[in-house]
């Protein structure tokens, strides 16, 4: 197995700096969150605020600890879910074969014939700001890809040798599906999870910018560029601080990505 290389070190840690800077908001925030002091709007950063205030005077630096909260709840809940429901469908789909297979793949064909940004944006207006709506639709959209993956693995590894030995040996359906295909067909799965959760985030930050994804009170990092677009003219920190924390977020989960495709991936090759 080859070793971590430098980018990916430096993808864990930053997911793992925003992760412990999700869970211990309430530690780490030097103010509440969704206080404001409409006297200091816009003070540049100091030792008070050390990124600065918002429109509303609202603290930018404690505003981003619980904004990576909701976009990392937001992006691994749902690739867990999409995950989940790809691997049992698309391995099922796959292995058995049939109607079963055809209309599986079928539902996937519709759903991957609707532009995904669209149909996110459509169900986003549907349904009420949330987090859990945010979750059910990206899993809803997601599990589509994971699908399509897994059953293209699971008819590569059905025919496996061990596959057939314990198959000829009265072994049931679950049982072969559980301790001999899955555990063979997750490294694919987990690369392409770990490049969901950027996406999600790039996602869900979208939908908040344009009012139709977490409450407007809720702080969080698309709320946040939300806030600076109907204040451009401002000062340029009050975008640049959550547009890094984006940025740097989805940066992480690739370069992880990438480093899971160079250990785990062996038709992988660098060119």
Known sequence: MKKL?????????????????????PILATHNPKATQISKRFDTPSTTHFLGQDKLGGDIYSKILYGARISLTVSIFSTLIALWIGLILGSTAGY?????????????????AFPGLLLIFALAAFLPPSIFNLIFIFSIVGWTGFARVSRAQVLVTKQKEYVLAARSLGARHITILCKHIWPNILAPLLI????????IIIGESSLSFLGVGVPPDVPSWGNMLNMAKQSMF?????????????MLSVMGFNFIGDGLRDMLDPTFREM
Do not use: H, N, Y
Request: zero cysteines; hydrophobic letters at 65%.
């Open 5 to 25: 290389s430098f980018l990916t070190k430096a993808g864990i840690f930053l997911i793992s700096l925003f992760f412990l800077a999700g869970l211990f908001a």
């Open 96 to 112: 058995f074969g049939g109607w079963w297979e055809e209309l599986i793949m079928r539902i996937v064909d519709i759903l991957l």
């Open 192 to 199: 392409q999870a770990s490049f969901a959760m950027g996406g």
């Open 234 to 246: 401002q000062p340029s920190f009050v975008a640049v601080f959550p547009g890094l924390a984006i």
